[in-house]
């Protein structure tokens, strides 16, 4: 088992940055690839970014990219993702996610409880 618990959320300005962390206990970290997904009001969970084990491969949704960045600290068994040029359709509650495989569908082992993103223009 793994457990993820989310924090960083907020309220920013558009334009503005915010990073979230997903800090996971249990299991080995080292061993699982890490997602973010969100979710706005109304509309399917999205992929936004993922990362493999030690941070070699990583993905991002073309929305995001050049914006967003996703990393981890295994060390400290967390993960990151850093949001910057804020815009309020990024507005949605965000999710991490881990599993054995790095994906870019929400079909990962692991959620947390994920945390609100809330942009305003």
């Known amino acids: 088992q793994v457990q993820l618990v989310e924090s960083g959320g907020g309220l920013v300005q558009a334009g503005g940055s915010l990073r979230l962390s997903c800090a996971a206990s249990g299991r080995t970290f080292t061993a699982y690839a890490m997602g973010w997904f969100r979710q706005a009001p109304g509309k399917e969970r999205e992929f936004v970014a993922a990362?493999?084990?030690?941070?070699?491969?990583?993905y991002y949704a073309d929305s995001v990219k050049g914006r967003f960045t996703i990393s981890r600290d295994n060390a400290k068994k967390t993960g990151y993702l850093q949001m910057n040029s804020l815009k309020p359709e990024d507005t949605a509650v965000y999710y991490c996610?881990?599993?054995?495989?790095?994906?870019?569908?929400?079909?990962?082992?692991?959620w947390g409880q994920g945390t609100q993103v809330t942009v305003s223009s």
């Open positions: 990362i493999n084990w030690n941070g070699g491969i990583t």
């Open positions: 996610a881990a599993d054995l495989f790095i994906r870019q569908t929400p079909a990962y082992a692991y």
